[in-house]
């Protein structure tokens, strides 16, 4: 998405599945029940007690080679004791939270599961639609907090990992998901969940009706309100020298009460003396949210039992702050080096809090990022290289412009959502049918500053000839009915942005491009079955889902990605003469 708010923080049907293996299994213990002890206990010794995925927003795969030297905790946990795959990228163009993590959640890419980005423009209603906006469910608010709206996965196309995983264990497998943010939350659990929470803009811990209310979350959020940190401060956690790049990152945006420079103080707007909306602004895009995250997390683990049960339970845990602190500071900030350093002493106390509750080797943890960030266009543009900002009611007004004298009427575009432009209804089909017009609004969108390649729906939905980057990129994102009528890819280094024209620019910076900086990040797993070590063969996060999936005797009905089978620990060789 562009840059479409003041700060940072604002931009930002199942398949019915066949039964006859779980039918199978059934049958096959009752008709060797002296068996059913041994074949249990076997199956628990070959299965992982816990699966925990853990997703980093935002977090660049380069982050890890530049930063890594300043982490002892959980990131550096994973780095030695864990499989890292350094060359881990989406190949699609889509790089934006809802479809990257449907793609990590699934196992496939946005043009299979639909998720094609954060929100999209929905032709039958003629209005934007979140991914996770369903009319049928209800948004409920823990400990007396308000919300509003409806969430669940229905847009979703393919089932999770995670509801396959429960699906699979006859409903034995307990599923678990927490985030700041509604879209990853859910769509890492699935259509179903049995703890699924994430966070309103009020600060308050929600659910939905698709999901329930579970009680221990509701204990959670009573004993443990956000305004708790109302008065803290955000101090950098090291010594000056230790942080890389400039002590103000330029073209750093702000946060409403803040400033571009540590320290921050969690005080809400200037003057409050109470948390208001500033506050949970503030407070979403510090670290403060994500050890509140990592607490929620060891409750649910407690008051669950998870990784004590007959069957492999889920957890998925999205940190989100990573991302509202780079869209506001940018990727060569202090603020982003400093959170990433305190995200790595909370997952250091949670995998210690794991290895004493399940046991260490007793369960599998796999950590990726559903997108990078671009630097910031300002800062990038010091190096002499082309940067700058697309404005999107600009282009949209060029597009006007370019069928005014060809008798259409206006306004000829219904939306620019993103990279997407929908023309109005009928419009498309016109164009398709008369040449001249459409090479009129195609010339006037690739002429303009900062385009680098606008492709036709129909160039997208069926290519199979060989394609520059960009399209096979676009390619992999586009889904029939929901992506755009055309799709217009910028130049590298270049934002959108969706400000009116003539409206102040804010600075900042954002993601959803096919560039490596929004598409390369890290894949690492640990723990029970994994082979350590650096891997350097390019992957994706697609990949996470079938590897887990086969750590747990998972079958996925489709899939994109592939096992990595590379990072996973060879059965133990017989030795044997025996020639075949
Ligand atoms: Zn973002």
Redesign the pocket.
């Known amino acids: ?1 562009g840059l479409t708010m003041k700060s ?1 923080l604002r ?2 049907r199942v398949l019915a599945l066949a039964a006859t293996g779980i039918a199978f299994l059934a049958s096959g213990v009752g008709a060797q029940g002296s068996k059913t002890a041994a074949v249990e206990k076997a199956e628990k010794s070959t299965r992982p007690k816990l699966v925990v995925l853990l997703v980093v ?2 977090m660049r795969g380069d982050y890890v080679d530049k930063f890594r030297g300043k982490w002892s905790g959980g990131l550096k946990r994973l780095l030695t004791e864990g499989a890292w795959f350094r060359a881990a990228a989406f190949p699609y163009a889509a790089t ?2 809802c479809p990257g993590h449907s793609t990590i959640s699934t196992g496939s890419f946005p043009a299979s599961h639909g998720m094609v980005a ?1 929100a999209w423009w929905d032709r039958e209603q003629q209005k934007m639609v979140t991914c996770t906006s369903d009319p049928n469910a209800k948004n409920m608010a823990y400990a007396g907090g308000s919300t509003k709206g409806g969430d669940s996965a229905w847009r979703m196309q393919v089932p999770a990992y995670a509801e396959e995983l429960k699906f699979q264990t006859g409903g034995a497998s307990r599923v678990v998901t927490f985030s700041m943010k509604a879209r990853s939350a859910i769509t890492m659990a699935g259509h179903k969940g049995d703890a699924v929470a994430w966070f309103d803009t009020s600060g308050a811990l929600v659910t939905s009706s698709v999901f329930g209310s579970m009680p221990f979350v509701e204990e959670f959020a009573k004993k443990n309100p956000v305004a708790q940190d109302f008065g803290k401060t955000w101090s950098p956690a090291l010594p000056k020298t230790a942080y890389l790049y400039d002590e103000t990152a330029t073209g750093a945006a702000t946060i409403d009460g803040w400033t571009t420079t540590f320290p921050h103080a969690l005080r809400g707007k200037e003057g409050s003396t109470e948390p208001d909306a500033a506050f949970y602004e503030q407070w979403t895009a510090s670290p403060f949210a994500d050890t509140y995250l990592t607490k929620l997390v060891e409750a649910a683990v407690d008051s669950l039992g998870l990784g004590k049960n007959s069957a492999t339970d889920f957890l998925g845990v999205s940190y989100s702050s990573v ?2 602190v ?2 506001t500071f940018g990727p060569r900030s202090w603020e982003i080096q400093d959170i990433l350093v305190r995200l790595d002493k909370d997952l250091g106390e949670l995998l210690a809090f794991l290895d004493k509750r399940v046991g260490a080797g007793n369960y599998v943890v796999a950590l990726s990022a ?2 990078g ?1 671009a630097p910031i266009p300002v800062d990038m543009q010091k190096t002499g290289v082309d940067a700058g900002v697309l404005s999107l009611p600009e282009l949209q007004a060029r597009i006007e412009k370019a069928l005014e004298p060809l008798n259409y009427a206006k306004p000829v575009v219904a939306r620019m959502a993103g990279n997407e432009v929908y023309f109005s209804e009928g419009v498309y089909g016109r164009l398709k049918a008369d040449p001249v017009a459409m090479k009129a609004v195609l010339d006037a969108i690739s002429t303009m500053p900062g385009v680098a390649a606008v492709y036709r729906a129909e160039e997208l939905g069926n290519g199979t000839t060989p394609i520059a980057q960009t399209r096979k990129a676009a390619v992999l994102s586009y889904f029939a009915g929901r992506s755009g009528d055309l799709y217009v890819s910028q130049k590298p280094y270049w934002l959108l942005d969706s400000l009116p024209e003539g409206s102040k620019r804010v600075t900042g910076t ?3 491009t096919p560039y490596n900086y929004d598409q390369h990040v890290p894949v690492f797993f640990m723990g029970f079955g994994i082979q350590p070590g650096e891997y350097i063969e390019p992957v994706t996060p697609a990949d996470i889902a079938p590897t887990l999936a086969t750590l747990t005797g998972v079958t996925l009905a489709t899939r994109d990605g592939r096992v990595l089978a590379e990072a996973l620990r060879k059965p133990a060789k017989k030795d044997s003469t025996l020639r075949h």
Do not use: P
């Open positions: 998405m940072g931009i930002c927003d935002q934006e939270t954060n991302d509202y780079g869209h559903d997108h960030v954002s993601h959803g």
